[in-house]
Every structure is written in structure tokens, then in C-alpha cells.
């Protein structure tokens, strides 16, 4: 089928399918999507949705029209305390750090040219729980330490799977192989340590590895916002780039593309952004591998996704937060046990796809 085309005498504006070229007065043209921001749209409504209903749910419930209310500055002194002294704060959290595993998941996946090709594949978010464990277990450290640690923790294993995974270059296939087994050395290393914790050590770092967003709070929100105001545009500037290196080494150096430079500049960032949304609430599983992959199914577009999949990520972060409040009762479960049984069904079914593709 042919995709039809049309040009608008006015603005200049050429359509292709779902895809449509604007072009302006200046000489500049911009390329849309126009499936692609019609999900983003619907994702970030979604997400929005889901943080008024969380705001609302707790010991003193209030409803979503309150919560709009007093979010603009309308509600009571009571409901304001709750709303933005205890509440809004642990939804943004929610919110970025869904956003920001859901980035490094696309970034990792892209890079590597494999769905398996993220942070928790590849071992990130047990060596920023090593970090964290270390601060609990041998420090007794406070909760800035834990988050320092944990920061630490996943730089440091980053960069060993980057040199590790280096032989003229570093490739898809041997960035996971390496990220899957420095995966299982800092399981190991995290069972250890737990081994060597005192009963309350152990019970703090079981509840902080299990991934939770209970008590956070603004210390929590300006560091990884700061952190994704700068890295986000980093990310957006190689978008092009990434999309040429998903065809593979030869093609991108053919159209002009610094490959390692490439490859480096977003690994960073897709460490940074990991290791930080993990500082902030531990390490949530199954985020960074799902959020990106159902955005660019919802999409059927090529590429990271990289807005999609932001929006992807928050949006099941918070609604998984909300499903852990209200779905069992009493019994409120930590954020990451909701995501690690999604995200474990989820990869279930990603690798017996992959296996009736003749991938693996």
C-alpha cells in the first residue's frame, strides 16, 4: 500500500502515513511522529492520572477533585500538609525515577541492539545495591550515605563492565555477556555482605533492595532532578546518532557518526541515570527492561523511544506504587515486589518470543 501524501499551501507541511515533515518559514523542517506523540500524549496523561489517585490514597484518603484543589493552592492547611509536605513528594519520585530507569533501559537496549541489553541484565542495579549494602552493613550509614553509596556502587560497576567488555570497541553481544556475569559476582557479593549484617542491618538493607518509595521525600526529588535536567538534553543531542548505531558500526561510520565517542557519552548517561534513580529508591526491578520495549510496541516506531519510553516508565511507576497501596489491603507491599512480578512475566514472555524468532 502506498502511503498517500499531501502539501499544505500555507504552512508547508508534507504528510507520510503517520509521519509529517513541517517545514518553516526560516529553512527549518521538523519530522513528527504523529502516532508516537499521540502515545506520549495518552502516557503522560496516564501517569498524571495515576499521581493524583496516589496522592489521594493513604490513612487519610482525599479525593482526586481535592488533590487538584489543593495542588494549586486551593485546599485547607490540612490538606495541604498532607498533600505537598507528605505526599507530592514521594510521587515525584515515583515519577522520575520511573523515568529515568526507563531511559537507561532504552539507552543500554539501543546500544547493545538486544532487548535482554538493560540495567538489570546487566548487573547496574545489584552493584548499586553492593554500594548500599556496604554503607548499611559496615557503616551504619544514614540515608544520604546509603544513596552516596549506591551512586558509587553503579558508577564503579559501570565502568568495570565498559573496560571489561572493551576489545577495539564495545559491541552488543559482549556488553551483556560481561553485564550478565559481573551481574552474578555482585549477587554474590550482596549475599555476603547480608551474611555479615547484624538483624537490623539486615532487615534496613532487605527492605531498601527490595525497592520502595515509603518515606521520601524533597531530599530525594531536587538531586534527581537536577540530574535528569542535564542529562536529558544530553540524550535528546545523540538521539541521531543512537538511531544510526542501532544499523550497526559500519553503516554509522559511513554516514559520519563517531561511534566509541557515541557509545560513551550514552553509556554514561544511561549509568548515571540508573545509578541515581536507584540512589533514590533502590533498585525497582523490571522497569528499565519493560517501559522501553511496550513504548516502542505502543509506538511501532524504530529507535529508542526515548520520549515514549520516559513517559512509559513513569507512568507504570507510579501505578504500580498505587497498585501496592490499595491491592492488598493492610499488607502494603514495596513498589519493586509489583514491578518484579510484572517485569518477571514480561521477560518470560520476551525470551520465549525471542526463542521462536531464532534469536536465542
Not at 532504552?106 to 552493584?127: H, K
Request: with cysteine; hydrophobic share 50%.
Amino acid at each position: 500500500m502506498r502511503a498517500t501524501r499531501t502539501r499544505s499551501s500555507e504552512n508547508g507541511t508534507r504528510t507520510g502515513g503517520s509521519v509529517k515533515a513541517i517545514r518553516t518559514g526560516g529553512g527549518l523542517s521538523l519530522r513528527l511522529d504523529v502516532r508516537a506523540c499521540v502515545v506520549v500524549g495518552v502516557l503522560l496523561c496516564a501517569a498524571l492520572g495515576a499521581s493524583v489517585l496516589l496522592i489521594g490514597t493513604g490513612d487519610f484518603p482525599i479525593s482526586a477533585p481535592d488533590v487538584v484543589r489543593t495542588l494549586f493552592g486551593n485546599g485547607d492547611p490540612g490538606q495541604e500538609f498532607i498533600v505537598n509536605d507528605l505526599r507530592l513528594p514521594r510521587v515525584l519520585v515515583g515519577l522520575l525515577v520511573g523515568a529515568a530507569l526507563a531511559l537507561g533501559g532504552a539507552l543500554f537496549q539501543a546500544i547493545s541492539r538486544n532487548p535482554l541489553g538493560s540495567p538489570d541484565i546487566l548487573g547496574l542495579g545489584q552493584g548499586s545495591a553492593a554500594g548500599a549494602l556496604v554503607m548499611i552493613v559496615l557503616f551504619s550509614g544514614s540515608a544520604l550515605q546509603v544513596a552516596l553509596g549506591a551512586l558509587v556502587g553503579g558508577l564503579v560497576t559501570g565502568v568495570g563492565i565498559y573496560v571489561l567488555a572493551w576489545k577495539r570497541g564495545v559491541h552488543g553481544y559482549r556488553l551483556v555477556l560481561v553485564g550478565i556475569g559481573t551481574s552474578a559476582i555482585m549477587t554474590a557479593v550482596n549475599g555476603y555482605l547480608m551474611t555479615k549484617a547484624d538483624i537490623v542491618d539486615a532487615a534496613r538493607a532487605t527492605v531498601w533492595m527490595t525497592g520502595s518509595l515509603d518515606g521520601r521525600d524533597w531530599d530525594q526529588v531536587w538531586p534527581l532532578l537536577g540530574l535528569c535536567a542535564v542529562l536529558v538534553p544530553v540524550v535528546l543531542a545523540y538521539a541521531r546518532p543512537l538511531r544510526m548505531l542501532e544499523m550497526g558500526d559500519d553503516v554509522a561510520n559511513a554516514l559520519g557518526v563517531r561511534v566509541e565517542r557515541t557509545r560513551l557519552v550514552l553509556l554514561v548517561a544511561a549509568v548515571l541515570l540508573t545509578a541515581a534513580a536507584t540512589a533514590a529508591a533502590g533498585p525497582v526491578g523490571f522497569v528499565a527492561l519493560t517501559a522501553p520495549q511496550l513504548a516502542r510496541r505502543l509506538t511501532r516506531s524504530p529507535g529508542p523511544n526515548i520520549a515514549a519510553s520516559m513517559a512509559m516508565g513513569a507512568a507504570l511507576l507510579v501505578t504500580a506504587d498505587w497498585v501496592s497501596q490499595r491491592a492488598f489491603g493492610a499488607d502494603r507491599l514495596p513498589v519493586g515486589v509489583v514491578t518484579g512480578v510484572v517485569g518477571g512475566v514480561y521477560l518470560l514472555w520476551l525470551l520465549v518470543s525471542e526463542r521462536k524468532a531464532g534469536r536465542i
